[in-house]
C-alpha cells in the first residue's frame, strides 16, 4: 500500500488557477501509475488526469483538457495537478490515486481528498 497525502485545494474565482500536490510514501515511486480523480457534491468519483511511472504517458479527461496538467517528480515523489482557467464545474474533492497501470489506479491506493471550490 501506497500512503497518498494531498495539498492544495481552496476557494478560487472562475477563471484562475490552482496546483494540487500530492506526496506518497513509497520507496519505488517511479513504478507506480499516478492520477487525480474528483468528486462533486451527489456525484460519483470521476477521472480527471493521470501518467505513467516515467511520465511519459498522460490521460486527461476531455473536461479538462487544456486547461490542467498533471506532472511528476520521482526524486521528491510527488504528483501535481496544474488547474488554470476553473470554471464553478470543477468545484470538488479532489483525490490522489496510485496503481500499477493507469487503467487500474481506481483500485490502488487513494489519498484523503482535498477541496477545490470555484465560485463564479
Known amino acids: 500500500q501506497v500512503q497518498l497525502v494531498e495539498s492544495g485545494g481552496g476557494l478560487v474565482q472562475a477563471g484562475g488557477s490552482l496546483r494540487l500536490s500530492c506526496t506518497a510514501s513509497?520507496?519505488?515511486?517511479?513504478?507506480?501509475?499516478m492520477g487525480w480523480f474528483r468528486q462533486a457534491p451527489g456525484k460519483g468519483r470521476e477521472f480527471v488526469a493521470a501518467?505513467?511511472?516515467?511520465?511519459?504517458?498522460?490521460v486527461y479527461a476531455d473536461s479538462v483538457k487544456g486547461r490542467f496538467t498533471i506532472s511528476r517528480d520521482n526524486a521528491k515523489n510527488t504528483v501535481d495537478l496544474q488547474m488554470n482557467s476553473l470554471k464553478p464545474e470543477d468545484t470538488a474533492v479532489y483525490y490522489c490515486?496510485?496503481?500499477?497501470?493507469?487503467?487500474?489506479?481506481?483500485?490502488?491506493?487513494w489519498g484523503q481528498g482535498t477541496q477545490v471550490t470555484v465560485s463564479s
Open positions: 490515486a496510485a496503481g500499477r497501470y493507469i487503467a487500474t489506479l481506481a483500485q490502488g491506493s
Open positions: 513509497a520507496r519505488t515511486f517511479s513504478s507506480y501509475a
Open positions: 501518467l505513467s511511472g516515467s511520465g511519459g504517458n498522460t
